[in-house]
């Protein structure tokens, strides 16, 4: 058996590995520290001081995974995640989970015992191959490198295929890939100077299925168009080619133009507009009402589910008629648009919902007389804030060059209740609408749309979440020494946590002692000697002036702002 060039197997496979996802044009790589992982690690960042990929050092598993997947979120390019061997793959899976049923790209590079190792009882040792069950595209258990000189070509191959499945090349189902790596003593060695490197190649994307022709819609029925969480652009497209109202859920990529119904809810609830609904045209996956499954499932409504990549169909009680990959208007819908009964359709829920809008802006609004400002409304300046407040004012204070995430907290859902059409990129994780990793989904996004040289945003990330969910994620405020540390505002309005059950069945059923133990989960925690121990810049905003001021003036670098709420 020839020997490998640096006395290392491990280190050989490891770094044409990495070399050769990089000539296929990825560029982000998270890495944890670990024993077994150790040649992956030594030789990502020979790769970074390169210059071949930019590296994220973490020292939490749960925390790297959704970097990845913010990363990800941002660039639409798979991110790699390193891990060592043991507890530390099982850590992954929560991210992994969300970026399943999101469809979001991600390839985990998982070290591991060889065989021999496997099955005695050895140290950090478990069934690692198909951890993450069905959440993964493609799950190959790579044998230990030995030295032989065709190592290098599957390394390259393995590269290929973890990246084509992550993509969703050829499938349209993008999403995890685990390449499960097992290492052999000894498990690194030096890596020599010289060694041959690649030209990236053009970054990659998730591939978008042409899977069968397009559906053409013809006008007929009453037609509504839902735009759920990551339906993008296309959705707005199709309503306002239709002539149909647009019911855009926050973080759906399509809350904007002239056809927006900001106050769908109320609205589909009255028997002169919901009622009058025969068809519905589904884009992304709608999880922030409970109105839109139900219009779904009513007998006698059409629903016809759009989605261009994804191995699950958004399907509320199995009612749905028709799935497809594309769909757009037949030649004679822009014709009806435009006939009295289309405009009256349309303009029916557009005029009401601004209505709603109007009363909704009116309160608490204070009159201003030609001296100035009055008493009452200052008084309402220094006000205790309310989620809706809090929402209004983070909503006006983000731009395009901005982003916002939104944490699974009672907060979203206020937003989506309340703030106006903007083009503006907001991301949210509403794969499975966790409140799992929001700080570090948040980081991945802010740190990929403001990486030099070419930087993707300018502006600000912003992200909203309630009290437990910031709990939840405060390990990711932990950062490596020496890698960068985006603007990145986390806003944590602070109610004393689990409000979101005082809307839900419960709360008028429980005692009131079981609900402040097991549901409410109220954490009395100082936010500010926490951002002091992590290094963050800390400020509280307690009145509509405070906010006001704090959103206006961006922070410089990683900053926890806390708004109290009124519960």
């Known amino acids: 058996m020839p020997e490998p060039f640096n006395g290392s197997p491990a280190t050989d496979f490891s770094f044409s590995l990495l070399n050769e996802f990089i000539r296929l044009g990825l560029r982000d790589l998270v890495l944890c520290p670990g024993a077994r992982s150790q040649a992956l690690a030594l030789a990502a960042a020979e790769l970074e001081r390169a210059g071949g990929i930019n590296l994220h050092v973490r020292t939490d598993e749960r925390s790297a995974g959704f970097l990845a997947l913010g990363l990800t979120l941002e660039t639409g390019r798979p991110a790699l995640v390193v891990v060592t061997s043991g507890t530390a793959v099982a850590n992954l899976h929560p991210a992994v989970l969300e970026a399943h049923h ?13 065989a021999e190792l496997r099955g005695i009882r050895s140290n950090q040792t478990t069934v690692q191959p198909g951890i993450f069950g069905v959440a993964t595209r493609l799950c190959l258990d790579v044998p230990a490198p030995v030295g032989e000189p ?20 050829g499938t349209a189902a993008p ?17 020599p100077a010289g060694l041959p490197r690649v030209t990236p190649a053009a970054p990659v994307a998730p591939a978008v299925s042409t899977d069968g022709p397009t559906m053409l819609l013809a006008p007929g029925p009453r037609t509504v168009v839902v735009a759920g969480d990551g339906a993008g652009p296309e959705a707005e497209e199709l309503a306002h080619a239709g002539g149909w109202p647009l019911l855009a859920e926050v973080s759906s990529g399509a809350r904007f133009g002239p056809n927006l119904i900001v106050h769908y809810r109320e609205l589909l609830g009255a028997v002169d507009l919901g009622g009058e609904v025969e068809r519905v045209i ?5 999880t922030l009402s409970r109105e839109i499954p139900a219009l779904i499932e009513r007998p006698g409504v059409e629903t016809i589910v759009v989605a261009p990549t994804g191995i699950e ?59 100035g400002i009055t008493r009452a409304e200052l008084a309402v300046l220094r006000a205790p804030l309310t989620r809706a407040l809090l929402v209004d004012a983070v909503w006006r204070a983000s731009w395009p060059h901005d982003r916002l995430v939104l944490g699974a907290s009672r907060l979203i859902r206020e937003a989506d209740k309340r703030v106006p059409g903007k083009k503006i990129t907001v991301l949210a994780n509403r794969g499975l609408a966790g409140i799992d990793g929001t700080i570090a989904t948040a980081l991945g996004v802010a740190l990929a749309s403001q990486a030099e040289p070419e930087p993707r945003s300018v502006g600000v990330t912003r992200v909203l979440m309630g009290d437990l969910t910031f709990l939840h994620d405060v390990g990711s405020l932990l950062l490596a020494p020496g890698e960068p540390r985006p603007r990145l505002q986390v806003i944590v309005g602070v109610d004393g946590g689990g409000s979101i059950f005082d809307g839900l069945e419960v709360a008028a059923t429980a005692p009131v002692e079981a609900m402040e133990r097991v549901l409410y989960t109220p954490r009395s925690v100082d936010l500010q000697a926490l951002a002091a121990a992590y290094g963050w810049e800390y400020e509280v ?3 509509r002036a405070d906010l006001e001021r704090a959103l206006t003036g961006a922070p410089t670098g990683p900053a926890i702002l806390e708004v109290p709420l009124v519960r």
């Open 102 to 114: 999101a469809g979001v790209p991600m390839i985990l590079l998982t070290a591991d015992r060889p």
């Open 150 to 169: 065709d190592e290098t070509g599957i390394a390259q191959a393995l590269a290929r295929q973890a990246t084509d499945a992550a993509t969703g090349e």
């Open 175 to 191: 999403g995890p890939v685990q390449l499960n790596l097992a290492f052999r003593e000894p498990l690194s060695a030096a890596l």
């Open 282 to 286: 589904v884009f992304g996956h709608p």
């Open 313 to 371: 169909w958004y399907n509320p009680g199995r009612s749905a008629r028709a799935f497809t990959r594309s769909i757009g208007p037949d030649a004679s819908c822009a014709a009806a648009a435009r006939t009295p009964a289309g405009r009256a359709w349309l303009g029916r829920w557009v005029m009401t919902s601004r209505a709603l809008a109007e009363a909704a802006a009116d309160e608490g609004r204070a009159p201003i007389d030609k001296r």
């Open 541 to 543: 905003a307690a009145t």
